[in-house]
Nanobody, 125 residues
Framework: VQLQASGGGLVQAGDSLRLSCEFSGRPFMTYSVAWYRQAPGKEREFVSAVSWSGQTSYYADSVKGRVTIFRDNAKNTVYLQMTSLKPEDTALYYC???????????????????WGQGTLVTVSS
């Protein structure tokens, strides 16, 4: 499996950004997908996850209401739409895939089998 994250960039506070995670190598609908992020000097943290079907999604409290995750199973891609960005959203954003289908909750971090390379989001104040 390969995950290719893209869409990061330098934006101003209040702006919007859409990240993409393109999945390849195995049947896409046998995996749930999540976004994690890691800010400089901090540990990696969960941002959002979407179940295998796209019908269920989960969000960290820090982004709830500002972020939407969705997947296009025809394009093998998961998107993270971020709005009202804040400087504290600055981080390297990773997408990850898990064979846990995320029907009853987001998988634990150690359940993600594959990770993308990350895309950098920088939000200036």
């Amino acid at each position: 499996v390969q995950l290719q994250a893209s869409g990061g960039g330098l934006v101003q506070a209040g702006d919007s950004l859409r990240l993409s995670c393109e999945f390849s190598g195995r049947p896409f609908m046998t995996y749930s997908v999540a976004w994690y992020r890691q800010a400089p000097g901090k540990e990696r943290e969960f941002v959002s996850a979407v179940s295998w079907s796209g019908q269920t999604s989960y969000y960290a409290d820090s982004v709830k209401g500002r972020v939407t995750i969705f997947r296009d199973n025809a394009k093998n891609t998961v998107y993270l739409q971020m709005t009202s960005l804040k400087p504290e959203d600055t981080a390297l954003y990773y997408c990850a895939a898990s064979r846990d289908l995320a029907v009853h909750g987001p998988p634990a971090e150690d359940k993600y089998d594959f990770w993308g390379q990350g895309t950098l989001v920088t939000v200036s104040s």
